[in-house]
Structure formats: structure tokens, C-alpha cells
């Protein structure tokens, strides 16, 4: 099973860039599907990005595309989510997951970490 830490978020004005880090523990975490995850206040948790094992593809939800770019480093047991020209609706906590496929790692209910917090002021 892979344990995961993420980390890397903050506040920033809207325009800014961010770069967010999951670490990750277990020794399958280079044959899993990895993604990022985020939940805003009220809101239900929302798939953000996703990267297969190799590092591509990659995928995105339409209102990051073009911004975000996920990438991961296997032999670092470590996924990022590079954030650029954030907005104000991009703040939420953001989480990251693993798992075998991306069918379940858009759709299981994963044992979700902490996250990270980021606030994009106006």
C-alpha cells in the first residue's frame, strides 16, 4: 500500500505560481497511476490531474489545463503539481493519490492524507 505527504502549498496573489510535492512510501508506487485531488470550502473533493506510471500521459480538468503540469519522479518516490497562474477559484486544499489504474484513481474513496492548503488572493 503507498502512504502519501504532500506538501508545498502557501498563499499567493492570483497570477502566481506554486509547486506542490507528494511523497510517497511503499515500494509499488512506480506501477501506480498517481493524481491530484483538491476540495474548496463547501464543496465536494474534484480530480485535478493525473499521470500513469511512466510519466505520460498526462491529464487534466479543463479549468487547470494549460496552467497546472503534473509530472512525477520515480526514482524519488515523488509527484508535483506545478501551479501557474493561479486564480482565486484554484484555492482549496489539494490532495494526491495513488493507485493501480486511473479508473480507480478517479472513482475509489481513497484514505486521504492531510493535503496541502492554497490560497490564491485577488
Known amino acids: 500500500q503507498v502512504q502519501l505527504v504532500e506538501s508545498g502549498g502557501g498563499l499567493v496573489q492570483a497570477g502566481g505560481s506554486l509547486r506542490l510535492s507528494c511523497a510517497a512510501s511503499g515500494r509499488t508506487f512506480s506501477a501506480s497511476v498517481a493524481g491530484w485531488f483538491r476540495q474548496a470550502p463547501g464543496k465536494e473533493r474534484e480530480f485535478v490531474a493525473g499521470?500513469?506510471?511512466?510519466?505520460?500521459?498526462?491529464y487534466y480538468v479543463s479549468s487547470v489545463a494549460g496552467r497546472f503540469t503534473i509530472s512525477r519522479d520515480n526514482a524519488k518516490n515523488t509527484v508535483y503539481l506545478q501551479m501557474n497562474n493561479l486564480k482565486p477559484e484554484d484555492t482549496a486544499v489539494y490532495y494526491c493519490?495513488?493507485?493501480?489504474?486511473?479508473?480507480?484513481?478517479?472513482?475509489?474513496?481513497?484514505?486521504w492524507g492531510q493535503g496541502t492548503q492554497v490560497t490564491v488572493s485577488s
Open positions: 493519490a495513488a493507485d493501480l489504474t486511473t479508473y480507480r484513481l478517479r472513482t475509489k474513496d481513497h484514505k
Open positions: 499521470i500513469n506510471q511512466s510519466g505520460a500521459p498526462t
